[in-house]
């Protein structure tokens, strides 16, 4: 159907059917806390805390060697209930968070995937939940945690790049497990400058200024191209028999697990027990606002997938990403306006988010796929996950399924792919 381009670009329609002006939408980084140079990542992450809570960073700076020899619990359970009030600013926040969530994922599942913990001692459990209830966070590891805020330059004066990069806090799975961190990190910082173009497209779109729409698009296009070019590092720093037996399973969560499918007792917060996911890659809010501002429209369990990886966001990233669902259809905008050139920025773009989803797949072929294949072939599944998430990923979901779905529905986006079929109809 032909849009009113004229009648487009003074009055469009929110979800609720209720008419704006265009002026309304206007949207700044500011407002959503997104950094222009890094977009999403904690810019200068607290590395330390008040004294008061050196409990804690002692316990998740050490945490490899006591998750080894199994001291880890102990010494949680040993650990007195300190209060989260003397913590001062977002940054202590967001480290307390961090460390928190490290602890929880190695008492968890320091004994692997045959005795995990079924209850999360008070000592843990209280102080976290009353840390993840100020910023806005669900009280486990999120992507939010060991990806955007997990992090420190080794030289203050150097560049930002893995060999000047270290991380805060680590699990077992050695140099891998940094590399696995790091360069996640990496891809994230290469999306602010899309993120920045994101916000000019949509800005744009309500004043039909297609030189600043194009602009902005190209910047989107180079955004994706670059992740996808740092995303390729991962095979150089991590290694697929390191991350499938050792490292993957301190991602899992407590949702739809079937290693604790009764979900995890939080003592002295609640009676029964939380039901939550573990990081995944879907809780990128990068993604999400690429996948917003293009107008991918996923399949309805992937949606829903996708709608609650939100709740392990922050709150004003969250929010980010919702703004822009609702702001004018670019897709519907660039058919209405006729433009060749606009097209192909848009497919550009969309070309670009489909390779870097079909490298994802390849990646999880190459680290959960195979080396799954291998120890069940062998006999001998390996110490930790073994085979119990080969099906399901660390957020709940069926990873090569899911990453199939979500990448099939970003291809269906492309202009030139809707009017070929559209032709082959007639």
Same mark, same amino acid.
């Given at each position: 159907?032909?849009?009113?381009?004229?009648?487009?670009?003074?009055?469009?329609?929110?979800?609720?059917?209720?008419?704006?002006?265009?002026?309304?939408?206007?949207?700044? +980084?500011?407002?959503?806390?997104?950094?222009?140079?890094?977009?999403?990542i904690l810019e200068?992450?607290?590395?330390? &805390?008040?004294?008061?809570?050196?409990?804690?960073?002692? &316990?998740?700076?050490?945490?490899?060697?006591?998750?080894?020899?199994?001291? +880890?619990?102990? &010494?949680?359970? %040993?650990?007195?209930? +300190? *209060?989260?009030? =003397?913590?001062?600013?977002?940054?202590?926040?967001?480290?307390?968070?961090?460390? &928190?969530?490290?602890?929880?994922? @190695?008492?968890?599942?320091? %004994?692997?995937? =045959?005795?995990?913990?079924?209850?999360?001692?008070?000592?843990?459990?209280?102080?976290?939940? /009353?840390?993840?209830?100020?910023?806005?966070?669900?009280?486990?590891l999120t992507y939010?945690?060991?990806?955007?805020?997990?992090?420190?330059?080794?030289?203050?004066?150097?560049?930002?790049?893995?060999?000047?990069?270290?991380?805060?806090?680590? $699990?077992?799975?050695?140099?891998?497990?940094?590399?696995?961190?790091?360069?996640?990190?990496?891809? %994230?910082?290469?999306?602010?400058?899309?993120?920045?173009?994101?916000?000019?497209?949509?800005?744009?779109?309500?004043?039909?200024?297609?030189?600043?729409?194009?602009?902005?698009?190209?910047?989107?296009?180079?955004?994706?191209?670059?992740?996808?070019?740092?995303?390729?590092?991962?095979?150089?720093?991590?290694?697929?028999?390191?991350? #499938?037996?050792?490292?993957?399973?301190? $991602?899992?969560?407590?949702?739809?697990?079937?290693?604790?499918?009764?979900?995890? /007792?939080?003592? @002295?917060?609640?009676?029964?027990p939380m039901m939550?996911?573990? @990081?995944?890659?879907?809780?990128?809010?990068?993604?999400?606002? $690429?996948?917003?501002?293009?107008?991918?429209?996923?399949?309805? #369990?992937?949606?829903?997938?996708?709608?609650?990886?939100? %709740?392990?966001?922050?709150?004003? #990233?969250?929010?980010?990403?919702?703004?822009? *669902?609702?702001?004018?259809?670019?897709?519907?905008?660039?058919?209405?306006?006729?433009?060749?050139?606009?097209?192909?920025?848009?497919?550009?773009?969309?070309?670009? +988010?489909?390779?870097?989803?079909?490298?994802?797949?390849?990646?999880?072929?190459?680290?959960?796929?195979?080396?799954?294949?291998?120890?069940?072939?062998?006999?001998?599944?390996?110490? @930790?996950?073994?085979?119990?998430?080969?099906?399901?990923?660390?957020?709940?979901?069926?990873?090569?399924?899911?990453?199939?779905?979500?990448?099939?529905?970003?291809?269906?986006?492309?202009?030139?792919?809707?009017?070929?079929?559209?032709?082959?109809?007639?």
């Amino acid at each position: 159907m032909e849009i009113d381009k004229h009648r487009y670009c003074t009055e469009q329609r929110m979800g609720d059917g209720e008419r704006f002006p265009r002026s309304a939408l206007q949207i700044d +980084l500011d407002c959503f806390f997104v950094s222009e140079e890094f977009g999403f990542i904690l810019e200068q992450p607290a590395t330390d &805390l008040p004294d008061y809570y050196r409990v804690w960073m002692g &316990l998740a700076s050490n945490l490899t060697s006591l998750i080894q020899t199994h001291q +880890l619990r102990d &010494l949680v359970n %040993e650990m007195p209930v +300190l *209060s989260p009030h =003397h913590l001062k600013g977002h940054r202590e926040l967001r480290l307390a968070h961090l460390a &928190l969530g490290f602890i929880t994922m @190695g008492y968890v599942w320091q %004994e692997g995937q =045959h005795l995990p913990a079924q209850t999360l001692p008070k000592s843990l459990a209280l102080p976290y939940w /009353l840390v993840s209830k100020r910023l806005g966070l669900p009280p486990i590891l999120t992507y939010a945690d060991s990806v955007l805020a997990n992090w420190r330059l080794r030289d203050l004066t150097g560049d930002i790049e893995i060999g000047n990069l270290d991380t805060l806090f680590s $699990f077992p799975g050695g140099e891998s497990c940094k590399g696995f961190f790091l360069v996640s990190l990496l891809v %994230e910082r290469a999306a602010s400058s899309g993120i920045q173009g994101a916000f000019s497209v949509m800005n744009s779109v309500v004043t039909c200024d297609i030189i600043s729409i194009q602009k902005g698009l190209y910047k989107v296009g180079q955004s994706l191209r670059k992740m996808k070019e740092i995303f390729e590092l991962m095979h150089r720093h991590v290694d697929p028999t390191a991350f #499938h037996g050792t490292l993957r399973i301190f $991602f899992s969560g407590w949702r739809d697990n079937p290693m604790l499918p009764g979900g995890l /007792l939080y003592e @002295g917060v609640g009676e029964e027990p939380m039901m939550l996911s573990g @990081g995944s890659a879907a809780q990128s809010s990068s993604i999400q606002c $690429f996948d917003a501002l293009l107008g991918i429209c996923h399949d309805v #369990h992937a949606a829903s997938f996708l709608k609650r990886m939100r %709740e392990y966001m922050l709150p004003s #990233h969250r929010q980010l990403i919702e703004t822009l *669902s609702v702001c004018p259809p670019l897709r519907d905008f660039i058919l209405s306006c006729s433009s060749p050139s606009l097209c192909i920025n848009y497919d550009s773009c969309v070309s670009a +988010l489909v390779n870097l989803r079909s490298y994802h797949l390849s990646a999880v072929t190459r680290y959960i796929t195979v080396p799954g294949y291998r120890a069940r072939a062998m006999g001998c599944p390996l110490n @930790g996950v073994g085979s119990a998430l080969d099906e399901t990923g660390t957020g709940g979901s069926s990873p090569l399924p899911f990453l199939k779905s979500i990448r099939d529905a970003t291809q269906r986006a492309l202009i030139s792919q809707t009017r070929l079929t559209s032709q082959s109809q007639r």
